[in-house]
């Protein structure tokens, strides 16, 4: 059972009932952390913008996803490994490229280089070194995809931490934990 309530779209008003009635509009469904997220519109509001400014950018979905497995993963989300396992499948994902984002790695030279660099922003708080940032950029990355990594961790890591003080009820298909000797620190 969650330990925040969850404002049901139905009985929802006001600003509440308008970003759920949207929620539900793009997804087909109101997930329980938007439920949660509703009981302050503002959270509710401000969430939905920066995922939304997010999906704008260079990224492309596939990598947007594993970096919010590799984020999950790092900060122990249940609720975001099997919302992201999801969503990864829906944007192309393969099994074995989810395990890999959620192990911060990918076999794709490029996406590697950014899975990783956002598995270090979480592990180091931010504090990356210049040899992190030099291994995005030998890569091909620019400045512009650095900032939106940065982004796209600072707006999982608050949804990780929002399901987990919240304990938010999974209403995603769940996923196996991986196994402890193929976990990277």
């Known amino acids: 059972m969650s330990r925040l309530n969850s404002v049901h779209p139905e009985t929802a008003t006001g600003r509440a009932k308008e970003l759920l009635d949207a929620v539900k509009h793009h997804l087909g469904m109101v997930p329980n952390m938007?439920?949660?997220?509703?009981?302050?519109p503002a959270v509710l509001?401000?969430?939905?913008?920066?995922?939304g400014a997010?999906?704008?950018?260079?990224?492309?979905?596939?990598?947007?996803?594993?970096?919010?497995?590799?984020?999950?993963?790092a900060n122990g989300c249940n609720y975001?490994?099997?919302?992201?396992?999801?969503v990864g499948k829906m944007v192309g994902l393969?099994?074995?490229?989810i395990r890999d984002s959620r192990l911060?790695?990918?076999?794709?030279?490029k996406a590697n280089a950014l899975v990783r660099f956002a598995r270090q922003v979480v592990n180091a708080r931010g504090r990356v070194t210049d040899s992190d940032l030099a291994a995005v950029r030998t890569a091909?990355?620019?400045?512009?995809a650095i900032a939106e990594v940065v982004a796209n961790v600072?707006?999982?890591v608050f949804t990780n931490y929002f399901n987990l003080v919240g304990d938010i009820a999974i209403d995603f298909p769940p996923v196996e934990p991986l196994p402890q000797e193929t976990v990277a620190a």
Not at 34 to 40: F, P, Q
Not at 94 to 97: C, E, F, H, N
Request: proline share 2%.
């Open 154 to 156: 600072a707006v999982h």
């Open 45 to 51: 509001d401000a969430y939905l913008q920066f995922s």
């Open 80 to 86: 975001c490994l099997a919302a992201h396992n999801a």
């Open 94 to 97: 393969t099994a074995d490229q």
């Open 34 to 40: 938007t439920r949660a997220m509703a009981n302050a």
């Open 104 to 109: 911060g790695t990918a076999v794709d030279a």
């Open 54 to 73: 997010l999906a704008k950018g260079a990224l492309s979905p596939k990598v947007r996803e594993q970096i919010a497995l590799a984020v999950a993963e």
């Open 140 to 144: 091909g990355w620019d400045d512009g």
